[in-house]
């Protein structure tokens, strides 16, 4: 069945800095990703999706590259500001099958 | 405003007790989906629905059950058989193939 990781649990990046967040996933039969945003206490928000047929999608701030030879994602955050501050995870579907989740990585911004 | 919501944010649970909780969206949407979230820990699927009166297990399913008589509710019975159920749960809802949207989770203490 599909699986979907992460590389790294926490990630602390400098203010103003670019983070990058990594995922690998297992199915290579996903139609899509797609990466959330969940502050503490909150549901998880959609930031940015990419279809199988794409490599790299941009969206305002963030940028997501699917490499699907190495079956790999990364979230790209530019300029990283405190509000940034949060766990994100990558997701993996197919049709209308639910999506499979990772387990998150913590993002710390230091101001 | 269209959206997701979950009540009540907070829950207190005696042991041996039965809870539900509330799950409403008005994005007429027609898959729902109900999480449970650990400190720490991924999203995992208890159960979902992807069209009235029809839902299926999911991961985790044990201990809970849910009930789809309407298109916009999608209520989840956390039962005395759930050994541990103290967590966060989410509930999601999406059109077929598309981006899940979540609503704000409750918490659910069994004390």
């Known amino acids: 069945g599909e699986s979907v990781g992460l590389h790294l649990p926490t990630l602390s990046v400098q203010e103003g800095d670019n983070s990058i967040i990594n995922c690998a996933y297992s199915n290579s039969a996903s139609d899509y990703f797609i990466w959330y945003k969940q502050e503490s206490g909150k549901g998880p928000q959609f930031i940015i999706d990419i279809r199988s047929n794409m490599d790299k999608r941009q969206g305002q701030r963030v940028t997501v590259l699917l490499n699907k030879t190495v079956k790999h994602l990364s979230l790209q955050i530019a300029a990283t500001q405190p509000g940034d501050s949060a766990v994100y995870f990558c997701?993996?579907?197919?049709?209308?099958?639910?999506?499979?989740f990772g387990k998150g990585t913590r993002l710390s911004v230091i101001a | 405003d269209g959206g997701i919501t979950q009540s009540p944010k907070y829950l207190f649970r005696k042991e041996g007790q039965n809870v539900t909780l509330s799950c409403e969206q008005n994005?007429?949407?027609?898959?729902m989906y109900w999480y449970r979230q650990d400190p720490g820990q991924g999203l995992r699927l208890i159960y979902y629905s992807q069209i009235v009166n029809d839902f299926q297990k999911g991961d985790i399913a044990e201990g809970y059950s849910v009930s789809r008589e309407k298109k916009e509710s999608f209520p989840l019975t956390v039962t005395s058989a759930q050994k541990n159920p103290t967590a966060f749960y989410l509930c999601?809802?999406?059109?077929?193939?598309?981006?899940?949207?979540f609503g704000p989770g409750t918490r659910l203490t069994v004390l």
């Open positions: 999601a809802s999406s059109n077929r193939g598309d981006e899940q949207f």
């Open positions: 997701a993996g579907g197919r049709g209308n099958t639910p999506l499979v």
């Open positions: 994005l007429n949407h027609d898959a």
